[in-house]
Nanobody, 121 residues
Framework: QVQLVESGGGLVQAGGSLRLSCAAS????????MGWYRQAPGAQRELVAS???????NYADSVKGRFTISRDNAKNTVFLQMNSLKPEDTAVYYC???????????????WGQGTQVTVSS
């Protein structure tokens, strides 16, 4: 089995910062893209940022210049540093991993359980 476990969410005032972490564990052969998605109440889940195993990054326009995604390949961990937070960043943030399990050629998407980020005005 493969598990993704997020941590680091919470309540912060507008203009503040939070750092999210997500650790993948289990029978992992390799991890391709890792990313962060978010879902606000009544809205669809949207991509926030993603990073390849080689370090190439992609960001939603709404977070460019404020959020930074990074990863530690040796520890199968991805991070999201969120600065200059706005009330509209309030959402449940989900970690995603594009993972090939050990002894398998199949690549599947795995999701964390989500962590709440609330930004007060």
């Amino acid at each position: 089995q493969v598990q993704l476990v997020e941590s680091g969410g919470g309540l912060v005032q507008a203009g503040g910062s939070l750092r999210l972490s997500c650790a993948a564990s289990g029978s992992i052969g390799s991890i391709n893209v890792m990313g962060w998605y978010r879902q606000a109440p009544g809205a669809q889940r949207e991509l926030v940022a993603s990073i390849t195993s080689g370090g190439s990054t992609n960001y939603a326009d709404s977070v460019k210049g404020r959020f930074t995604i990074s990863r530690d390949n040796a520890k199968n961990t991805v991070f999201l540093q969120m600065n200059s937070l706005k009330p509209e960043d309030t959402a449940v943030y989900y970690c995603n991993g594009n993972i090939r399990r050990s002894f398998s050629y199949t690549i599947l998407d795995y999701w964390g359980q989500g962590t709440q980020v609330t930004v007060s005005s």
